[in-house]
């Protein structure tokens, strides 16, 4: 990897998504063996216990399972329903875990599925969701559940089956479970049912003539409970006789959203009073976000395609905010560039902008990455013109490349005519489609500007896709001696 860097404050950068600090700034527990608090919005790690040790998660393994059920889904519940198989039911016999008493053969709408799986955490309901987002058998959806850890770029996970039953092939890290838990909200109508506190309702089946009802079980958000802790908006919890008492929350106030991630509390009172500091704590020390302007840093990253390099194309960081403690500010931040070596006209480039804190003894010091953006380019190398009637065609060798998400005009150039009796400027902007990267200009075509508003391509490289461009200013007629130059 080709890496670019400007700094805020001197200090080198780590290359990873996050590089702990050598010693913790979050409180120390004696009673919980590891905690991880992230900034939900960024993924930036914001205080840390033992966050990366690899522990038995319990329960809290149901997140993985239901983010991977609600991307599946795509939020259209309604009409789907799920058969239960032999194995979902009987896998689970002698591991006295917690079931919704599911019956081979009966037909679940998956809705209830995912209610009974977050708040009664139903193994059977979980074993149910495997065979749905795996397409077949329960260890199809193991497969899923690892393959996305990977997707994920986490290196302290591996699950074994989709409910936190424990074994030996069965763990995560607490680091880990809080970036499952930040990509998992990303997904449709999975904080709806993490954050559901009123009782859910489960109409009989073809097989079950009873109602059931389901109610969530954490008494940190109960209000008449004296464990209630105001902001937390949903979670899950975990426990085995192995794991001990696991949890994952997401928690707001005055706008800051964390995800807060414990392991391996010995007793649930110890569970609650840890949950409680540290979000006490944190809620303190990060009250609100700092925002830190784009294009402090740029780049040129070289395209290549058809067998040749094309050029080079600008990548800028694209500004961001962060969660800074109280007594930081942008000037402790570092940002760089990680790019590839190049970019291939038709892939996806792996271009980010690398926010790394220098927190002291204030926080965590820890970098985290967020996509690059790409500035529109047009680098033209030799300009003829070649004036007739009514029509100007001008020669040109350069090429523009636009981002995908682009919807706006992507480049104004100003083109300037000299002569010995003076000088005349018109200015034109191109517009090119959002629909992927496009070399509107390569190996010299020609670009015919009539005095009607339109543009066009008379020769384009094969394999490029032809860009339709419209002309938002007409072009005076130049004449016989002019010549051209074009600045963006």
């Not at 979902?88 to 009974?116: F, M, N, R, W």
Request: aromatic share 6%.
């Amino acid at each position: 990897m080709k890496k670019l860097t400007t700094a805020l404050c001197a200090v080198l950068l780590m290359i990873l998504v996050l590089m702990p600090g050598a010693a913790a700034a979050g409180p120390a527990l004696s009673a919980t063996r590891a905690y991880c608090i992230i900034d939900a919005d960024t993924g930036l790690v914001l205080a840390q216990q033992n966050m990366n040790e690899e522990l038995h998660p319990a329960s809290i393994t149901k997140v993985m399972t239901l983010a991977l059920a609600c991307e599946k889904a795509q939020g259209s519940w309604d009409g789907v329903k799920l058969t239960v198989s032999h194995e979902d039911v009987y896998s689970l016999a002698g591991t006295d875990s917690s079931h919704i008493a599911l019956q081979e053969g009966e037909e679940v709408p998956l809705t209830d599925a995912l209610y009974a799986t977050q708040m009664a955490s139903a193994n059977d309901g979980a074993n149910l969701l495997a065979e749905y987002f795996g397409g077949g058998t329960i260890a199809d959806g193991v497969a899923k559940m690892n393959a996305q850890v990977r997707e994920l770029g986490l290196a302290h996970t591996h699950f074994a089956n989709p409910h936190g039953i424990s074994g030996d092939d069965h763990y995560t890290s607490c680091y880990d479970m809080a970036q499952i838990l930040r990509w998992a909200l990303q997904q449709p109508g999975f904080e709806t049912v993490f954050t559901r506190n009123e009782i859910y309702t489960m109409q009989p089946t073809n097989l079950q003539p009873v109602t059931r009802y389901f109610s969530q079980q954490d008494k940190m958000r109960i209000g008449s409970s004296r464990y209630h802790i105001d902001g937390i908006l949903g979670s899950k919890l975990g426990y085995t006789n192995t794991a001990r008492y696991s949890y994952a929350c997401l928690a707001e106030q005055n706008g800051v959203r964390l995800i807060c991630v414990t392991m391996q509390s010995e007793l649930s009172t110890d569970k609650y009073s840890d949950v409680r500091t540290l979000l006490d704590d944190a809620f303190a020390t990060f009250t609100s976000y700092t925002e830190l302007s784009g294009g402090s840093v740029t780049a040129q990253l070289p395209v290549a395609g058809g067998g040749s390099t094309l050029g080079t194309v600008m990548v800028a960081d694209p500004g961001t905010k962060l969660l800074l403690a109280d007594g930081l500010t942008a000037k402790d931040v570092e940002v760089s560039l990680e790019l590839p070596e190049q970019y291939l006209l038709g892939d996806d480039p792996a271009v980010y902008a690398v926010y790394t804190i220098r927190g002291g003894t204030k926080q965590e010091s820890t970098s985290v990455k967020i996509p690059s953006r790409f500035l529109p380019s047009f680098r033209v190398i030799s300009i003829t013109v070649r004036p007739g009637s009514s029509v100007t065609t001008l020669m040109a060798q350069g090429m523009v490349l636009v981002p995908s998400s682009s919807t706006t005009p992507l480049l104004s150039l100003r083109m300037v005519a000299s002569s010995a009796r003076g000088c005349t400027v018109t200015r034109y902007s191109l517009e090119i489609p959002p629909d992927g990267w496009v070399t509107a200009c390569a190996k010299a075509p020609s670009l015919v500007i009539s005095s009607r508003p339109s543009l066009s391509l008379s020769k384009r490289p094969t394999g490029y896709r032809r860009a339709g461009m419209s002309l938002t200013k007409s072009i005076t007629v130049l004449r016989p001696s002019s010549s051209l130059a074009v600045v963006t």
